[in-house]
């Protein structure tokens, strides 16, 4: 019985050594294969992770293959109407330009169409683009350069020819085809300077802020014939005009249309030119009929030119903000990043369709 008894205690106990065993080498397997089904998890996840960076970066360096189906894209980055306007804009400029950064010529150039459409920090264009901001700044001011050049030429004084030919009717029925420019001035916000005669001759009565104005002369087809360089906010309208040069543009017989600011009927009658501002009011309690119908319609067409301007300036947002100093600040014989802005920005929308109908 004993015997029995010790038999049966040792074939229990090896049942149970047995049972151990085998759950020790499942949970052994099982913790194995556990953890390589883990490892190729995180495996697989790190190369999703890894090729979704890769297409956002792809996507935020402005690459050309991305523009080239997608109009849209073209007009909402730089405001022009198609890629290929866009495609003939670098083709022209591109040549002029040595790349100095990690990024292609293309991509440079759509920094500083992202900078002028825009207006985004440095900093944020260096995070777009994985640039320094000093990159940043030195590709900015060098395309702007470029493009200052390149395009300028498509802000021409036209040949009174070609002007008469093409006159809207608008201008035609009422001035007949003697209309040559359409004048208007407007200002842009700048940071207040730290010199005391820069502040005092840049400041504005009329928008309450250190400003810069700029002159510019529109023909009747709606495109932009003339840019002034920029001047304190301080200066009249009058002295403005008199003084930047577009007067010596004028032929015997050509009109100009104003607002009342621009009071420059002696210059340009000096010129065998003549003037059409809005009448006054000054001395008479009102005006006569006559007055107030003249008035009227020259409002109706010179119109035309503050559409044209408020269109630069929605299409460009860099017009319309407060520019920093550095942007008005003369260096060494170039002119302002001022000046060459507007002029591109003026020369990029005579690119495109023009607001005022022929008919």
Known sequence: MVGVACGTDSSVASGTDSRVVMSTVEASTQTKLTSQMIDDSAKAYKEQIQDMKSEMSENHQFDEKIFESNDELVKFYTGLPSYKVLKIIFDFCAPQVKRSTKLTQFQEMMLTF????????HKDLAYRFDLSVVSVTRIFAKWLSIMDVRLSFFIRWPDRENLWKTIPQCFRINFGKSVAVILDCFEILIDRPSNLLARVSTWSSYKHHNTVKV???????????????????????????????????????????????????????????????????????????????????????????????????????????????????????????????????????????????FD
């Not at 942007?327 to 591109?344: A, E, L, N, S």
């Open 114 to 121: 992202v900078k002028l459409r825009l207006n985004p920090p």
């Open 215 to 357: 002159l510019v002369g529109i023909t009747p087809q709606g495109t932009i014939s003339y840019v002034s360089d920029t001047w304190g906010g301080r200066v009249s309208d009058k002295y403005l005009t008199e003084s930047c040069g577009i007067l010596q543009n004028l032929l015997p017989g050509d009109v100009v249309l104003a607002d009342r600011g621009f009071n420059i009927s002696e210059s340009v009658r000096m010129l065998q030119a003549r003037l059409h501002i809005p009448a006054f009011t000054k001395g008479k309690s009102q005006l006569d009929a006559m007055e107030v119908e003249d008035s009227r319609t020259l409002a109706n067409v010179r119109i035309h030119v503050e559409r044209v301007i408020g269109l630069v300036r929605q299409k460009y947002i860099i017009l319309k903000g407060s520019l920093p100093m550095e942007y008005v600040t003369k260096r060494d014989q170039d002119c302002p990043h001022i000046d060459k802005m507007v002029r591109v920005c003026c020369s990029l929308c005579n690119i495109c369709d023009s607001l005022v109908s």
